[in-house]
């Protein structure tokens, strides 16, 4: 599977999940972001100056922290969630 569409089927799984996903300018450090909650919603902030391979890394890791057995999520990109758990802060 290629990155750009890896990164679309996360965006996806956020959807689904009710995790708003956004793209925008971090300061500091480039390839930054993170899930954080606003106002009592789950949200992803990337930096959109961050590659593809970047973005893919960043809301991998955001899933991580999140049951997703409801939802369909094809074998590669399960794995990757699976395999970005283990960098993922509890």
């Given at each position: 599977?290629?990155?750009?569409?890896?990164?679309?089927?996360?965006?996806?799984?956020?959807?689904?999940?009710?995790?708003?996903?956004?793209y925008?300018?971090?300061?500091?450090?480039?390839?930054?972001?993170?899930?954080?909650?606003v106002?009592?919603?789950?949200?992803?902030?990337?930096?959109?100056?961050?590659?593809?391979?970047?973005?893919?890394?960043?809301?991998?890791?955001?899933?991580?922290?999140?049951?997703?057995?409801?939802?369909?999520?094809?074998?590669?990109?399960?794995?990757?969630?699976?395999?970005?758990?283990?960098?993922?802060?509890?």
């Open positions: 599977m290629k990155i750009d569409e890896t990164l679309k089927e996360l965006e996806g799984v956020a959807e689904k999940k009710n995790i708003k996903v956004t925008e300018n971090i300061g500091g450090e480039l390839g930054a972001g993170g899930l954080c909650k106002k009592g919603e789950h949200r992803v902030i990337v930096d959109k100056r961050a590659t593809d391979g970047e973005k893919v890394t960043v809301l991998a890791q955001a899933l991580a922290r999140f049951p997703l057995d409801d939802v369909f999520i094809s074998e590669k990109t399960r794995e990757l969630i699976e395999r970005s758990a283990a960098f993922v802060r509890k």
